[in-house]
């Protein structure tokens, strides 16, 4: 079965609010097999528009992922953050 990952582009806003979502996201991530890949680490921007922050979390499968996002916890999450950061955030299969 391929696996999945989510792939996040963001601009932060407010550290604060990231931070708050990021401490309870984390145990919601990892809770559905999430395992992050990249965090906020060096890049190099080659095309498109930069942002100041990157993630990648690598998850079992595709439906893991998004039964990830769309869980109460990582929800509730998102409304923590609010306000903190503007992200673009996909989900994309692997190849096996």
Request: charged letters at 15%.
């Amino acid at each position: 079965m391929p696996k999945a990952l989510w792939i996040a582009h963001v601009n932060v806003l407010d550290a604060e609010k990231l931070a708050a979502y990021a401490s309870a996201a984390t145990p919601v991530i990892t809770a559905h097999g999430g395992v992050f890949l990249a965090r906020g680490g060096a890049y190099e921007q080659l095309e498109g528009p930069d942002h100041t922050r990157n993630v990648v979390a690598q998850f079992p499968s595709l439906q893991a992922a998004h039964d990830c996002y769309h869980s109460e916890g990582y929800q509730a999450a998102i409304k923590l953050g609010e306000g903190g950061f503007q992200r673009s955030l996909m989900i994309v299969e692997t190849i096996e």
